[in-house]
C-alpha cells in the first residue's frame, strides 16, 4: 500500500512539474545577433573574394586507389566476436572480412566516380571555405511544368552523395504535380568533397547561414528544403532566421528541441495516450527503453561532442577501422533491431552505396573534419536560443521506423506551428534517400503541394482582409 502511494505522489509530482515548466517556457527570446558573412577560411578575410563557380570532376585517383588496397591488404588480423555473438558488441569481424574482400577485389574505383559524374558538379567559396555541390536541372520543356529550387542538405557521415538515387527523380516530371525540382544538394562544409575549417564555432547555426548564402550566390532568393540528421539542424535554424526565404521545409529526421517539448516527452511516460498515438507508443515509451536503446547507441555521439580529434586518429590511418566504424552505425540506424545478425542492419542498404560513403570520407580525409559538427552541434549560446524560438515556415515531415529519434506532431508543433503534413512509415530507416528512395520522393512531392496550398490560403487571406 505504501508502495502504491508513493508511486503516486511521485506520478503527481512529476506531472505538476511538467506542466508548471511548460507555462515557464512560453516566453520566446529574441533572434540573437548573427553576422551573416563570419570568415570560416584559413588567414584573414582577402579585399577580394573569389565568387566564382567552378565546374568539378570528381575522381577516385589511382594513388588513392593503389595506397587504399594496400592498407586494407596489410590489415592485421581481426578479433573474432565472442561464441554465440552476433553484432551485439558491436561491428562482427568475421563479416566485415568479407565487406573488405569485396572493396579489395569487386568495388570498381572508376565505375563509381563515373556513375557520380553523370551528375553535374561545382564548387564554389562561400565565406572562405570551398563548398562542393550537386546543381541538377530538370529537363522539361513544357511550359505549364512549374520549376522550383530545392535545396538538399545530408548528415553525418554522408555527402551529396546520399541523394544520387533521389535527385533523377525529383527532377522528372511525375503524375499527378504541375511542378518538378531544380536540385542543389551540398556536401557540409567539412564533409565530403567540401572544404573544413580551421576555425571553433562552426556549428549548424553557422553552416545553415552559409547555405543560405550559398543559395543566393547560385541566384536562388527564395527557395524549399529537404533534410535529414545534422542537415536537419542546419535546415530548421535557416527556417528560424530566414522565414521569408524558405518556402518549405521538409525533413526525414524532425526535431524539436524546445524545452516545452521535452515536457511534454516526461508527462508522456506517466499518461502516454495524452503524447502520442497509440500506433506509436512503442517508440517511445517505455521511457526506460528507450533510454536504454538511447544509452547503447550513443557512445559515438559522445565521443565526437567530446573528443571528436582523438577517434579521428584511428579512423583516418585504418580504412578497416573507418569502415566497420561507419557500417555499424549506418546499420543500426536502418534496423536497429537487427543486432542478432552478423550484418548489424547494413543489408538494408546497397553495398556499394555504403562503400561510396567511405570511401569518399578517405579519400577526401574528412572524418576529422565531419565529425567536429557533433562538438560544435552541443556548443554555442545561439544554439540555445533559436531552438526556443518557432518558426512560421510551412513544414512536413516523414516518419521512418527506425529514424534515430521519433516525436509525435504535439512535440513538433512548438517549434514548427505550420505542420501542415506528416507522416508515419512502418519501414525505413534514418538513410531514407538510400534506404527507401520511391518513398521519399513521394513525400517530398506530396509535402510540396501542400506547402503551395498553404501559401495560396494565405494570400488569399490577406486579398480578403486587405480589401
Known amino acids: 500500500m505504501l508502495h502504491k502511494i508513493m508511486s503516486s505522489v511521485v506520478a503527481v509530482v512529476a506531472i505538476g512539474s511538467g506542466v508548471l515548466l511548460m507555462y515557464a517556457v512560453q516566453v520566446i527570446p529574441d533572434k540573437p545577433n548573427l553576422d551573416f558573412q563570419r570568415w570560416w577560411g584559413i588567414g584573414p578575410r582577402p579585399r577580394q573574394e573569389d565568387t566564382s563557380v567552378r565546374t568539378f570532376h570528381l575522381d577516385f585517383n589511382d594513388t588513392m586507389v593503389l595506397d587504399l588496397k594496400q592498407r586494407l591488404r596489410n590489415r592485421r588480423p581481426l578479433t573474432k566476436p565472442l561464441e554465440g555473438v552476433q553484432s551485439e558488441y558491436g561491428m562482427n569481424t568475421v563479416y566485415l572480412e568479407t565487406i573488405i574482400t569485396h572493396w579489395l577485389e569487386r568495388y570498381d574505383f572508376k565505375k563509381r566516380a563515373q556513375l557520380l559524374n553523370r551528375f553535374s558538379h561545382y564548387k564554389t567559396r562561400i565565406q572562405g571555405l570551398d563548398l562542393h555541390f550537386i546543381w541538377e536541372k530538370p529537363k522539361i520543356k513544357d511550359p505549364n511544368v512549374k520549376v522550383l529550387p530545392l535545396l538538399m542538405l545530408h548528415g553525418w557521415p554522408s555527402s551529396s552523395k546520399e541523394f544520387v538515387r533521389v535527385i533523377p527523380m525529383l527532377t522528372s516530371q511525375k503524375d499527378g504535380y504541375d511542378f518538378v525540382y531544380e536540385v542543389v544538394a551540398v556536401d557540409l562544409p567539412g564533409f565530403g568533397f567540401s572544404e573544413g575549417t580551421n576555425k571553433r564555432g562552426l556549428n549548424p547555426v553557422q553552416i545553415g547561414i552559409m547555405m543560405r548564402n550559398l543559395m543566393k550566390r547560385l541566384g536562388f532568393q527564395k527557395y524549399y528544403i529537404q533534410a535529414g540528421d545534422w542537415g536537419s539542424q542546419c535546415a530548421t535554424h535557416m527556417a528560424t532566421i530566414f522565414p521569408d526565404e524558405i518556402l518549405g521545409f521538409h525533413t526525414n529526421m524532425p526535431l524539436s528541441s524546445k524545452r516545452k517539448s521535452f515536457a511534454k516527452f516526461v508527462i508522456g511516460a506517466f499518461f502516454p495516450r495524452l503524447v502520442v498515438n497509440a500506433e506509436y507508443q512503442d517508440r517511445l515509451y517505455p521511457m526506460l527503453g528507450l533510454l536504454s536503446y538511447i544509452m547503447r547507441e550513443s557512445g559515438y555521439f559522445h565521443m565526437q561532442a567530446t573528443k571528436p580529434d582523438t577517434i579521428g586518429v584511428a579512423l583516418t590511418d585504418s ?112 538513410f531514407a534517400a538510400l534506404q527507401t528512395p520511391h518513398m521519399l520522393v513521394e513525400e517530398v512531392f506530396a509535402s510540396t503541394k501542400a506547402f503551395l496550398d498553404f501559401h495560396s490560403k494565405n494570400k488569399n487571406r490577406n486579398t480578403k482582409s486587405s480589401s
Open 319 to 430: 580504412p578497416v577501422g573507418l569502415a566497420a566504424y561507419i557500417i555499424e552505425k549506418m546499420g543500426i540506424c536502418s534496423n536497429r533491431d537487427q543486432l542478432d545478425t552478423p550484418h548489424t542492419g547494413i543489408e538494408n542498404l546497397n553495398l556499394d552505396d555504403v562503400l561510396d560513403t567511405i570511401t569518399i570520407a578517405w579519400a577526401n580525409n574528412c572524418i576529422v573534419t565531419s565529425s567536429r559538427i557533433y562538438y560544435e552541434g552541443m556548443r554555442g549560446y545561439e544554439i540555445n536560443i533559436l531552438h526556443e524560438i518557432p518558426t512560421p515556415v510551412p513544414t512536413a515531415v516523414v516518419n521512418f521506423k527506425y529514424e534515430v529519434l521519433y516525436q509525435p506532431d504535439c512535440m513538433l508543433r512548438d517549434k514548427f506551428p505550420n505542420l501542415v503534413r506528416s507522416s508515419t512509415f512502418s519501414v525505413g530507416g534514418h
